[in-house]
């Protein structure tokens, strides 16, 4: 990739637009140190701004590699499952018959994986969530029912509240 604004603009604009979960999947692949990242929970656009900072410095992977990374992560069918199918698939091998060591050491690691990547990642990220909007009901700014008596051939009855 060449210096040329428009192409930086361009690789900005695509860093953006990525699910929060390319964006840790981008990260994991070029191996960004973890003191460079801002936390997973920070905005999406410092995390992005880390990113490219550190790419473009002495210690980073350079923008080319950036590209090429980001490139084959979007080009790649890589299949983020839900939460929930993550919590059935741990369910499912928890099943399995192991020795009091090995049950130990599986419940460990179930338990890492359940605090760090389904409660800290998918569950913070922005996977099938709403935007809260905040609204008000102000029923005295619109009063429909005394500016519109009839529409077209239809007659409407005005209906006042009690």
């Known amino acids: 990739m060449s210096d040329n604004t428009s192409d930086r603009l361009a690789l900005i604009q695509l860093l953006y637009d990525l699910p929060p ?17 801002p936390a997973m929970n920070a905005p999406h656009g410092d995390r992005t701004f880390a990113l490219i900072q550190w790419a473009e410095g002495s210690t980073g992977c350079g923008i080319e590699k950036l590209q090429s990374s980001l490139n084959c992560i979007q080009n790649s069918q890589i299949n983020i499952p839900e939460p929930e199918k993550l919590k059935n698939t741990l369910q499912i091998i928890s099943r399995t018959e192991l020795t009091p060591n090995e049950s130990r050491n599986r419940e460990s690691l179930l338990n890492k994986v359940n605090n760090i990547w389904i409660k800290g990642v998918l569950e913070n990220s922005f996977y099938k969530q709403f935007i809260e909007l905040r609204l008000e009901e102000r029923l005295e700014l619109v009063a429909p029912w005394k500016s519109i008596s009839s529409y077209g051939q239809k007659k409407f009855y005005l209906m006042t509240p009690k």
């Open 21 to 37: 979960q390319q964006l840790n999947t981008l990260i994991i692949a070029i191996k960004v140190p973890n003191e460079v990242m």
